[in-house]
C-alpha cells in the first residue's frame, strides 16, 4: 500500500513538471513507473560536460547550475529538467550540471523510458523543450 501511495505522489509531482504537463495521466502513470528519484549532495556533479548521456533529470527539489567549459551559464530548480538531448539520442554530455544546495532529482534513462518516448505526445514535448532551449542559447549574448 505504502508503494502505491509514493506512485500516486510521484505521479502528481510529474503532472506539475512543465516538461510532463499535459500529457495523458496514463503516460504520466507510465513515466512514474519508469522512473527513479535520487538524491545528490550540495556540490555534486550529476552529469558531467563530455560523458556519456544516457538520462534525463527533473529537479523535484533543490538547485543546481549549468556549467559549460568553466563557466556557470544557467541556474535550475525545481521542475527544470536537463538531459534532454540525451535521451533523444545519447550523444556525450553537452554541459555539466552540479548541485548548489542538496537536491533531489527524477531520472529517466533511455532504456528504461523507449515505451514512453514512442508516444508522440512525449517525443512533441520533448523536441518542444530542446527547441526552446536551442533558441534561449542563441540569443544569449556572445562572450
Given at each position: 500500500?505504502?508503494?502505491?501511495?509514493?506512485h500516486?505522489?510521484?505521479?502528481?509531482?510529474?503532472?506539475q513538471?512543465p516538461?510532463?504537463?499535459?500529457?495523458?495521466k496514463?503516460?504520466?502513470?507510465?513515466l512514474a513507473a519508469l522512473a527513479?528519484?535520487?538524491d545528490?549532495?550540495e556540490?555534486?556533479?550529476?552529469?558531467?560536460e563530455g560523458?556519456?548521456?544516457v538520462a534525463?533529470?527533473?529537479?523535484?527539489d533543490g538547485?543546481?547550475?549549468?556549467v559549460?567549459?568553466?563557466?556557470v551559464?544557467?541556474?535550475l530548480?525545481?521542475?527544470d529538467s536537463?538531459g534532454?538531448?540525451?535521451?533523444?539520442?545519447?550523444?556525450?554530455?553537452?554541459?555539466?550540471v552540479?548541485?548548489?544546495t542538496?537536491?533531489t532529482?527524477?531520472?529517466?534513462s533511455?532504456?528504461?523510458a523507449?515505451?514512453?518516448?514512442?508516444?508522440?505526445?512525449v517525443m512533441k514535448?520533448?523536441?518542444v523543450?530542446?527547441?526552446q532551449w536551442?533558441r534561449e542559447?542563441?540569443?544569449q549574448?556572445a562572450?
Amino acid at each position: 500500500m505504502r508503494k502505491s501511495t509514493a506512485h500516486n505522489d510521484l505521479v502528481d509531482v510529474i503532472a506539475q513538471v512543465p516538461l510532463f504537463e499535459g500529457l495523458s495521466k496514463r503516460t504520466q502513470r507510465d513515466l512514474a513507473a519508469l522512473a527513479k528519484v535520487t538524491d545528490h549532495a550540495e556540490g555534486a556533479e550529476i552529469i558531467t560536460e563530455g560523458a556519456a548521456g544516457v538520462a534525463l533529470y527533473v529537479i523535484l527539489d533543490g538547485q543546481a547550475e549549468v556549467v559549460v567549459r568553466r563557466k556557470v551559464i544557467a541556474k535550475l530548480r525545481r521542475g527544470d529538467s536537463f538531459g534532454e538531448l540525451a535521451i533523444l539520442d545519447g550523444q556525450p554530455r553537452m554541459a555539466t550540471v552540479r548541485a548548489v544546495t542538496p537536491i533531489t532529482t527524477l531520472v529517466l534513462s533511455r532504456w528504461s523510458a523507449k515505451p514512453v518516448l514512442e508516444d508522440p505526445q512525449v517525443m512533441k514535448k520533448l523536441l518542444v523543450t530542446v527547441t526552446q532551449w536551442l533558441r534561449e542559447a542563441r540569443t544569449q549574448p556572445a562572450d
